[in-house]
């Protein structure tokens, strides 16, 4: 029985776990009555486990979780951070959602400027014998040696599967993008916000931050936008 109650779907990354969207979930949680999900797609999680998944399973896996919220709430919104806002449009032009909030979507990945001026960094704190502190490498040096190449090629496929999907979705969008991302760059927002076939649509880029929008420097700029993107009844389109 659908209930009058809104739901929330939070997908993370790929080769992420629900940590990635965890500080904006919680933020959410704390100042509404919603039911908030952070599922953990196949495979993925603090142990990655990639090796036989494919793309597909991670759509059946999103698209479970989203039928099972939309069982009980009657309005969803989706929330996907990089490979996760992929698949938020994915589902966004396949089911009845309400909104979108789409961060970091690795609709393009690896920004090659921002990234050689982030292996600097690391590289600057190895020989500084403070490699440890550095929070890029600290993230990513499990990840890289955990995902064979056969999970980078599915996670193409998805990617290429949902691009020509963008102009068939039109519920409200919120694009968030991270100008010092050096995983998405700034052109995959662009090229999202001119290709989604959304009248109501708003791209806010966060000059400080990186590629995991929630954990930056702007986050607490971005909680109160993704907020009020979602209370509110009418959207004013635009660049931020």
């Given at each position: 029985m659908v209930m009058m109650?809104?739901?929330?779907?939070?997908?993370?990354?790929?080769?992420?776990?629900?940590?990635?969207?965890?500080?904006?979930?919680?933020?959410?949680?704390?100042?509404?009555?919603?039911v908030i999900k952070t599922p953990t797609l196949p495979g993925h999680g603090k142990r990655l486990q990639l090796k036989g998944i494919t793309y597909d399973q991670w759509f059946q896996a999103a698209e479970r979780e989203l039928q099972a919220l939309m069982e009980i709430c009657e309005t969803v919104y989706v929330i996907g951070f990089s490979m996760g806002g992929v698949i938020a449009v994915y589902l966004a032009e396949k089911y009845k959602i309400d909104k979108l909030v789409l961060l970091s979507a690795a609709f393009y990945y690896v920004n090659p400027r921002?990234?050689?001026?982030?292996?600097?960094?690391?590289?600057?704190?190895?020989?500084r014998r403070r490699l440890r502190e550095n929070p890029l490498f600290i993230r990513y040096k499990n990840k890289i040696l955990a995902t064979p190449l056969t999970a980078i090629l599915e996670?193409?496929?998805?990617?290429?599967?949902?691009?020509?999907?963008?102009?068939?979705?039109?519920?409200?969008?919120?694009?968030?993008?991270?100008?010092?991302?050096?995983?998405?760059?700034?052109?995959?927002?662009?090229?999202?916000?001119?290709?989604?076939?959304?009248?109501?649509?708003?791209?806010?880029?966060?000059?400080?931050?990186?590629?995991?929008?929630?954990?930056?420097?702007?986050?607490?700029?971005?909680?109160?936008?993704?907020?009020k993107f979602l209370r509110e009844n009418k959207l004013e389109n635009g660049i931020y």
């Open positions: 109650m809104i739901g929330c779907l939070c997908i993370h990354g790929f080769t992420g776990s629900p940590d990635e969207v965890a500080p904006l979930a919680e933020y959410l949680q704390k100042r509404t009555d919603w921002q990234l050689i001026k982030d292996i600097h960094e690391i590289v600057r704190d190895g020989w996670f193409r496929k998805l990617v290429n599967e949902v691009r020509p999907r963008l102009p068939n979705v039109h519920i409200p969008a919120l694009i968030v993008q991270g100008e010092k991302d050096g995983i998405v760059p700034v052109k995959s927002a662009h090229y999202l916000y001119n290709k989604i076939g959304s009248s109501q649509k708003k791209l806010l880029l966060l000059r400080e931050s990186y590629h995991h929008v929630c954990h930056g420097p702007d986050r607490y700029l971005l909680f109160c936008e993704v907020e």
